[in-house]
């Protein structure tokens, strides 16, 4: 799949069952979209989305990866 901040080639590392989409981004690093959050993100222009990113990075604390989360727009 495509990364959708970096528009390059990413993997799509989305476990089943779960509500949202893991991505894994040679560029970007492995990031969450929430299920809630992922119309708003697929929406949102590519600075958006990297802001979006950058500052769930800054509150991901000892999380795996950050989580994108409406909050983050
Ligand atoms: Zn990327």
């Known amino acids: 799949m495509q990364c959708l901040v970096c528009a390059g080639e990413a993997r799509d590392l989305t476990p089943p069952n779960f509500d949202g989409h893991v991505i894994g981004c040679p560029r970007c690093g492995n990031y969450e979209i929430l299920g809630a959050t992922?119309?708003?993100f697929q929406n949102a222009s590519q600075p958006e989305?990297?802001?979006?990113?950058?500052?769930?990075a800054s509150l991901q604390g000892v999380a795996r990866w950050p989580t994108i989360k409406n909050i983050n727009f």
């Open 38 to 40: 992922w119309d708003i």
């Open 49 to 56: 989305r990297a802001a979006a990113l950058s500052k769930a």
